[in-house]
């Protein structure tokens, strides 16, 4: 209980009026910066550093807490009124949450995904709290085997999302393949598929692909009906940001399940959030799958939504933890809170909390009144911000094209990205057009690169010993996981056309 | 609308008054803006990488000093610096601008082939060093420097090393301690990690034998007792760290991981002995200082004939230990 005691200290420090008044600043800019797509919260925090040279370090750090927050409660803003999410981490939660929005019920998915945002925070936080120095140690227990292993089953649990049609989807997955490989490959430094222009060595930015693929793509969808379906000139937001009684005992598991996958993955190096926020919404759509819920992909699911973003937001919390006890930034976020914590003197790493204790306290407290802040802020504005659907469809739409190009080009500054994003766009459209589903092509970007380089380099290491796959409890208990599952299901596969086919017979027999 | 024409003129009047007032802001900034007032540092990198950090510090002691009035940061990643520094190129005569540089854009021209080079722009200053440290596990066998060269020389393919990016100083150091040891650079069994974070985690969990870094980066790690360090890349000790060099080891091999400033190609001498001014009075702030001392940077500053000198050995030596590797 020594924590508890420290960290109520570290209350009594952080709570003061005008550290309260920087927290909602931090807040209002990290959701601000989160709503845009492409600007993401390391700028946020980039263009802030300098401005919080004059500013206490505690004062600065519950700044620091809300933007790192206020980043991923914004993204999934957009992601839902928009389908534009404003980063990676808020693909999966804009895959439902557009769809609760586009039947009328945008105030509550918002609402959904802020409540969910602050359990997956403070289920992090908390884990941060009391067991820092194990997360550290479970970072280094993850070699190059574990993540193949890791990405190979991520790959399989997502496949729920796929299955609607196999041929579409796998065609699907092997777009987003393709355009995973390209740029300079790490471990051999030859180019691939890079036409020679160096503006491609480091690849398409997943950035890119998810505004190309879902913004974009939907703009060019939606003009070219925009004359058909007069009808549907204007999506109707209506109903409360509240949700009942009856929809938060719903959404409640759905949180809590998030918050489950994403705990483990702020820990790991490379993981990032967008494996778990894809696997927490696989398991999702599979348990309504049995469920007989109906409500996913129709109607927009609030557990759909739920998910993934407690889980994304529960990345970010632990990914933090692991920052602290490890001085490893797992995002580019992560980097250069590392570099702002230097410059107060707090080291991050295995020797934090007994050096720097005056100053960790306070700082994992304005992680807590960061994120209640957030919540208030959120769940206040989610009405007001679903009013933006009441503008015009051709003036949205048109703003959100604007939207898009800015952000991306605020990425990189560079010309090709925004002819990329194009391209991109023109391809969302077209598998729209002809029903092809958007998300695989999301998970393939993201889990490729993972699988491939983390197989190379277990394979390099071993010196092409295959036998390293396999070598680890970790490794072995995700395969047979894996196996059990796809046995599980082919079972269930046959199970079911038997059952169909008894019932053609006997449908047959009575006529 | 129609029913208010005068609050529809005013209104209109308004806004083009406003845009022309802007325009002519715009203008008349973008003009008359020297160094002195206005200066544009470019860090060819993402933020929170070495070279933005760098960028940064040098923005912050600029403008607490009244060095320049005005300075401002823009980011532009990717392939080691590269694309940058082509943009960089295209910036013919610009006097307000400078781009933060160093070895590990030597490094990414080489590899990439790039069609702009170090000689496309106008080197200002090498300002701070940082060096590579040898690490491996606390609970490896070796000791010592020479254990690990043993194994390695035994077995240079089941000896596999950790560190950044190919072409990054953890690389290029890799292969010329490889080369003074009688190992070939080609056989080295490099696993290239994209962050200094990633490649941490390597190299605690005892992934790869041992591992090339970025003394700073493992400083916290060998401190905590996690990585024992073998040797550091610096040519000479360093009072403040307790490692050893490769050279006090018997291994002829030295590489700074520097960082500088350039400017862009077309300016005037007069443009340049500026920068170098505006550079040398940034490193006597008390900001520069702290910054130097905060993130562990040894001050190696150098301007003019100096510094091209260097720049040609650098640049020499990068080709041929590239050529090494066989990249």
Known sequence: MESLNLLFDGF?????????????????????????????????????????????????????????????????TSGILLNTPGNSSAIASSIEGHKLAKDGRAAKALATAAIGAFIGGLLATTVVVFFAPVLAQMATLFGPAEYFALAAFAFLAISAVVSDS???????????????????????????????????????????????????????????RIHRDPNHSQIRPSGRPWLRPSEFKKALPAWLRGAGF?????????????????????????????????????????????????ASNATAGTAMGALLALGLPTSATAAIMLAAFQ???????????????????????????????????????????????????HYLYASITVLAMLGVYAISSSTIDLWLLLGIGLLG????????????????????????????????????????????????????????????????HLRRRKAEAQQQDRELVDA | MRKHPIRRTVYSVAVVVIAALAFVNAASAGGGATARTKLTLMAPASPGGGWDSFARENQQAMRANGVVNNVQVVNVPGAGGTIGLSQF?????????????????????????????????????????DYAALV????????????????????????????????????????????????????????????????????????TTAGMSGYNEVAPQI???????????????????????????????????????????GITEEEKAEFVEIMSETRKTPEWQDALERNNWTDSFMTGDELDKFLDKEIRRTKSIVEDLGL
């Open chain 2, 136 to 207: 491996v596990p606390a609970d490896s066998p070796y000791k010592t420097l020479e254990d690990f060269l043993t194994a390695w020389k035994k077995d240079p393919g089941g000896t596999s090393i950790a560190g950044g990016s190919l072409g990054s100083i953890d690389h290029l150091m890799t292969g010329l301690v490889a080369k003074k040891v009688g190992i070939d650079p080609e056989k080295v069994n490099y696993v290239a990690y994209s962050g200094g974070g990633e490649a941490l985690t390597a190299m605690i969990s005892g992934t």
């Open chain 1, 12 to 76: 009594a420090d952080a709570l003061t009026p005008i550290n309260l008044l920087w927290v909602v600043v931090g807040a209002v800019l990290g959701t601000a910066v989160g709503v845009l797509p492409g600007l993401g919260s390391a700028m946020a925090v980039a263009l802030l550093l300098p401005v919080t040279f004059s500013l206490d370090p505690t004062a600065a750090f519950i700044m620091f807490a809300g933007v790192y927050f206020g980043g991923l409660f914004g993204d999934s």
């Open chain 2, 89 to 129: 190129v295209q910036m013919e005569g610009r006097n307000d601008m400078l781009m933060v540089t160093g070895g590990v854009m030597i490094g990414a021209i080489q590899l990439a082939d790039s069609p702009e080079t170090m000689e496309d722009i106008v080197p200002i200053a090498r300002v701070s060093d």
């Open chain 1, 262 to 310: 994403g705990l483990p993955f702020g820990v790991i190096p490379a993981g990032g959030s967008e494996v778990p926020t894809f696997l927490a919404y696989g398991t999702e759509k599979k348990l309504a799958q049995r469920n007989g819920d109906t409500d996913f992909g129709t109607t927009g699911s609030i557990k759909g939504l739920a998910a993934p973003e407690a």
């Open chain 2, 223 to 265: 401190e905590a007792g996690n990585l024992r360090p073998l040797a550091i890349s610096a040519p000479k000790p360093l009072p403040d760290i307790d490692v050893p060099t490769f050279k006090e080891q018997g291994v002829d091999a030295s590489m700074a991981n520097w960082r500088g400033v350039a400017a862009a190609p």
């Open chain 1, 429 to 492: 459209f077209v598998m729209r057009r002809y029903a092809f589903p958007v998300a695989p092509v999301l998970i393939a970007v993201i889990l490729g690169p993972l699988a491939e380089t983390e197989l190379r380099r277990a394979l390099s290491v071993s010196e092409g010993d295959l036998g390293v796959l396999v070598s680890s409890p970790f490794t072995i208990t995700l395969y047979i996981v894996l196996a059990a599952g796809l046995i599980f299901s082919a079972v269930q």
């Open chain 1, 343 to 393: 410059q107060y003197g707090l080291q991050p790493g295995p020797l934090l909390f007994e050096r720097g204790a005056d100053l960790v306290w306070p700082l994992l407290a304005s992680m807590f009144i960061g994120l209640v802040v957030l919540l208030v802020l959120n769940l206040q504005f989610a009405a007001l911000w679903a009013k933006l659907l009441l503008i015009p469809r």
């Open chain 1, 166 to 224: 196999m041929i579409k989807g796998l065609a699907a997955l092997g777009i987003g393949l393709a355009l995973s490989v390209v740029g300079v490959d790490g471990p051999s430094g030859t180019s691939r598929f890079t036409l020679g222009l160096p503006q491609l060595f480091d690849g398409i930015s997943i950035i890119v692909i998810t505004v190309g693929l879902l913004a974009l793509g939907e703009v060019i969808s939606v003009a070219s």
